[in-house]
């Protein structure tokens, strides 16, 4: 199970980043992908992050242009540094593994999922 990490409380136009952790789990040749939950919404693909043979990511377009994943293979450690942040970014993010990064990040492609964090923005 993965863990979630660096969410909290900012202003609208601030930052954060977020970092999901595999205890006992090499991130190696698998995607990882990060998505949020917001109340009353389903759960929706944010970002993913392949760095099986070359580094391959994917951004939703309500993120493009303000988060960035990124991945840290000898921390094991998959980060998404979120700025310019909304309040329509309020919600809880999930990281979760899985094969590849196939958009739109299909929910049930991806496994292993963590407990989340929390990430609230006010305006």
């Known amino acids: 199970q993965l863990v979630e990490s660096g969410g909290g409380l900012v202003q609208a136009g601030g930052s954060l980043r977020l970092s999901c952790a595999a205890p006992g789990f090499t991130f190696g040749d698998y995607a990882v992908g990060w998505f949020r939950q917001a109340p009353g919404k389903e759960r929706e693909g944010v970002s993913c992050?392949?760095?099986?043979?070359?580094?391959?990511?994917y951004y939703a377009d309500s993120v493009k242009g303000r988060f960035t994943i990124s991945i840290d293979n000898a921390k094991n450690t998959v980060y998404l540094q979120m700025n310019s942040l909304k309040p329509e970014d309020t919600a809880v993010y999930y990281c979760?593994?899985?094969?590849?990064?196939?958009?739109?990040?299909?929910?049930?492609?991806?496994?292993?999922w963590g407990q989340g964090t929390q990430v609230t923005v006010s305006s």
């Open positions: 979760a593994v899985a094969f590849e990064c196939a958009a739109p990040m299909p929910r049930a492609f991806f496994g292993s």
């Open positions: 992050i392949s760095s099986s043979e070359t580094v391959t990511t």
